[in-house]
């Protein structure tokens, strides 16, 4: 069994295996299926303890759209749609909507629009080098934003100790390279 489906840093399987222990060999399959990999592959989900709480506590909606939210006399009124175009109202106290997060560099506003525009991008993923760098020198993508190159392993606090040690030796190079120095009329000591 353990042959059949090993353990690994973000669940059991030998695929997932791999995607955990091999982000460097996921950055070298064809495009489409490192696309169709993250798509299908460990999405978003709670903690297999979550759900029994949810369900006696909490009253799901899905399945649906949110139309527009409106605050009125202390509650929420959410105006969903739903996927045969039914529509309805909901009023409640609390909404937590779970709406998933997709990476999209036009939506990465605090980027300036001329940076933005060079970063090489695949649906909307920044394009990464083996170091995390895009295609504009000196700027590194992690986490979710890296996972159309590494895989699925990205999404999880268990990718950022191979992000953390690809990221430190790129940039151990790069400082041995080309030490960063200021010339003596720049540099500033503390009187005595």
């Known amino acids: 069994e353990r042959i059949r489906k090993p353990q690994s840093g973000i669940g059991p399987g030998l695929k997932t295996k791999l995607y955990a222990d091999a982000p460097n060999l996921f950055r070298l399959l064809p495009e489409q299926t490192r696309l169709?990999?993250?798509?299908?592959?460990?999405?978003?989900?709670?903690?297999?303890?979550t759900k029994d709480k949810l369900m006696k506590n909490v009253p799901l909606v899905l399945g649906c759209t949110t139309e527009r939210a409106e605050?009125?006399?202390?509650?929420?009124?959410?105006?969903?749609?739903?996927?045969?175009?039914k529509q309805q109202e909901i009023v409640a106290d609390h909404v937590i909507a779970a709406t998933g997060y997709k990476v999209n560099m036009e939506r990465l506003k605090f980027l300036n629009p001329a940076i933005r525009s060079?970063?090489?991008?695949?649906?909307?993923?920044?394009?990464?080098?083996?170091?995390?760098?895009?295609?504009?020198p000196n700027l590194h993508f992690v986490g979710i934003?890296?996972?159309t190159s590494f895989g699925p392993v990205m999404r999880f606090a268990f990718g950022a100790g191979f992000t953390a040690r690809k990221l430190a030796q790129s940039?151990?190079?790069?400082?041995?390279?080309s030490p960063a120095t200021l010339p003596a009329?720049?540099?500033v000591t503390a009187a005595k």
Do not use: C, Y
């Not at 940039?171 to 390279?177: I, L």
């Open 145 to 147: 934003a890296a996972a």
């Open 118 to 136: 060079r970063v090489k991008t695949l649906q909307g993923s920044p394009v990464l080098s083996s170091n995390f760098e895009s295609s504009v």
């Open 185 to 187: 009329s720049r540099v």
């Open 171 to 177: 940039m151990h190079k790069s400082a041995t390279k």
């Open 36 to 49: 169709d990999i993250v798509r299908r592959t460990l999405g978003p989900a709670g903690g297999w303890f």
């Open 71 to 85: 605050a009125r006399d202390g509650k929420v009124h959410l105006h969903l749609r739903w996927t045969d175009g």
